[in-house]
């Protein structure tokens, strides 16, 4: 990392210290903090009200944007892929998805992924580095600010999902800081409540977020029923395997309200994950483990070198039933971005020929 602190991982509590030691009042603090996350300005320059000399003092030490944007990829089903770069040359890449109720963005915390999972895209890259909390705050503004116009007003408030490149859970202090940071509500608004997280299975976070108070939800990646299966797709299974995994996830619910529910996520894989066996196992393994969650099967979105296929339709609406006879709540997703390399799993930098690149200079 480089000496200068990027303002807009702060909360406005350490705004405000960070202005005060630099001789100005605690105002100016609360000023720069509005400027970064209300108005959403990604540039000193841009904060007019704040005198000239303080602006050319601040950014000695500080920064208000540290990545930059390289280009952006425009789906048929109108979501966006944003792939841009840290100050130290690494990809980072955010994915807006439209919905009709409410929007979300999908944002990456790690730059890469150290777990392999065998149908992930982004496992290819190997781990490059965990995001700093600014950096995870600046995708949203980033994305925000293209969706709607910079500073505009989100028509319905936004979902987050940190589902984009890495595990969030190995970024648990960056990702709980932005989090904060982002449900100010002289900022962004948006509280934890409207975020998920989305987890391979890192059971010591997943105990440690069931003591947390102000929390987001919690969805959980299986992608098998057996440990057999799990190991050979994902190895972290080696390390917390099913039976220590669901115990966390129980413990988890407990902390639940009765009315909330959490999530497992489950990669369609044809031929591999999908038998009639593999959802009996699955809604058994749950039921013996007495959790009251939901299910949510989601298609393999494919991508060269992966050697998988998603699983044909039928297949997975019997699955779905065969799970639901067995009193789980199933849900099919819908693959959003898949033409653009923006789906689950898919986030790898790939630069697919795309003409939306050139109305970058809106957005750098
Ligand atoms: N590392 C975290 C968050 C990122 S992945 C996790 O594993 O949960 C978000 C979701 O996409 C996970 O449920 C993952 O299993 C799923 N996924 C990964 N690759 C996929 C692919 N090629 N097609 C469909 N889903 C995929």
Redesign the pocket.
Same mark, same amino acid.
Not at 162 to 168: C, D, F, I, K, L
Not at 298 to 303: E, G, L, Y
């Given at each position: 990392m480089n000496q200068v602190t990027h303002l807009v991982g702060l909360t406005q509590a350490e705004l405000t210290a960070l202005v005060e030691e630099l001789g100005e009042p605690a105002y100016r603090g609360r000023q720069i903090f509005a400027a970064l996350h209300a108005r959403r300005l990604r540039s000193f320059d841009e904060m007019t009200d704040l005198p000239k000399e303080f602006r050319a003092r601040l950014s000695e030490s500080s920064s208000a944007s540290t990545l930059t944007v390289e280009a952006r990829y425009i789906s048929e089903d109108g979501t966006r892929r944003y792939l841009m770069k840290t100050h130290d040359n690494l990809p980072v890449e955010t994915v807006f998805i439209p919905e009709e109720r409410r929007d979300t963005i999908c944002f990456s915390s790690q730059s890469g992924?150290p777990?392999q999972?065998s149908?992930?895209?982004?496992a290819k890259l190997g781990l490059l580095r965990t995001l700093t909390a600014g950096e995870m705050v600046e995708q949203i503004i980033i994305a925000l600010n293209d969706a709607y116009g910079v500073g505009a007003k989100t028509p319905h408030g936004t979902n987050l999902v940190?589902?984009?490149?890495?595990?969030?859970f190995l970024a648990f202090e960056p990702l709980m800081k932005a989090l904060k940071v982002m449900s100010d509500l002289k900022g962004l608004h948006i509280v934890p409540n409207r975020v998920t997280v #989305?987890? $391979?299975g890192i059971v010591p976070r997943i105990r440690e977020l069931a003591t947390v108070e102000d929390r987001p939800h919690l969805?959980? #990646?299986l $992608?098998a029923p057996t440990d057999e299966l799990r190991n050979e797709l994902m190895p972290i299974n080696r390390k917390w395997p099913l039976n220590e995994l669901l115990a966390a996830c129980k413990e988890f619910e407990r902390s639940l309200k009765p009315s909330e529910r959490f999530t497992f996520?489950y990669?369609m894989l044809d031929g591999v994950n999908d038998r009639e066996e593999h959802a009996r196992q699955l809604a058994n393994l749950l039921n013996r483990h007495g959790l009251r969650v939901k299910v949510n099967l989601?298609?393999?979105?494919?991508?060269d070198p992966?050697p998988?296929h998603?699983s044909p339709p039928e297949r997975v609406e019997s699955f779905k039933r065969i799970l639901e006879s067995k009193g789980i709540n199933a849900f099919v997703r819908r693959?959003r971005g898949r033409d653009i390399y923006a789906?689950?799993?898919?986030l790898a930098a790939r630069r697919p020929a795309n003409p939306q690149g050139s109305a970058l200079h809106q957005l750098a």
């Open positions: 992924c777990l999972c149908f992930c895209l982004t940190a589902m984009g490149a890495g595990e969030p #989305s987890t $391979a969805a959980i #990646s $992608a996520e990669v989601i298609p393999h979105n494919p991508a992966l998988y998603p693959p789906a689950c799993g898919q």
